[in-house]
Nanobody, 124 residues
Framework: QVQLVESGGRLVQAGGSLRLSCAASGRTFSNYYMGWFRQAPGKEREFVATISRSGAATLYADSVKGRFTISRDNAKNTVYLQMNNLKPEDTAVYYC?????????????????WGQGTQVTVSS
């Protein structure tokens, strides 16, 4: 089992920045691909970013490319999502997730463990 706890979500103005954190506990963190997803009210959960086990490779949704950066610190069992130039359409609950198979997985079904989510609200 892997337990994931997100933090860092809050209300921010458009154009602002936030850094989300996701702390993992349980099994060996470095064995897992880590991903960030988000879900806005009335919408399906969507892929945001993913990072390889070592952190050397990343993949982003087109909607956040160039604005968001995913990173990880395997010594701290933590994955981060740096979000810059935030837009109102980035408003959602953000979830981190862990996957122990696949290659830079981008779909929800590829992930085995999920956090409880953290709310990000971007005001215009």
């Amino acid at each position: 089992q892997v337990q994931l706890v997100e933090s860092g979500g809050r209300l921010v103005q458009a154009g602002g920045s936030l850094r989300l954190s996701c702390a993992a506990s349980g099994r060996t963190f470095s064995n897992y691909y880590m991903g960030w997803f988000r879900q806005a009210p009335g919408k399906e959960r969507e892929f945001v970013a993913t990072i390889s086990r070592s952190g050397a490779a990343t993949l982003y949704a087109d909607s956040v490319k160039g604005r968001f950066t995913i990173s990880r610190d395997n010594a701290k069992n933590t994955v981060y999502l740096q979000m810059n130039n935030l837009k109102p359409e980035d408003t959602a609950v953000y979830y981190c997730a862990a996957a122990n198979r696949g290659v830079l997985p981008t779909t929800t079904r590829e992930y085995d463990y999920w956090g409880q989510g953290t709310q990000v609200t971007v005001s215009s």
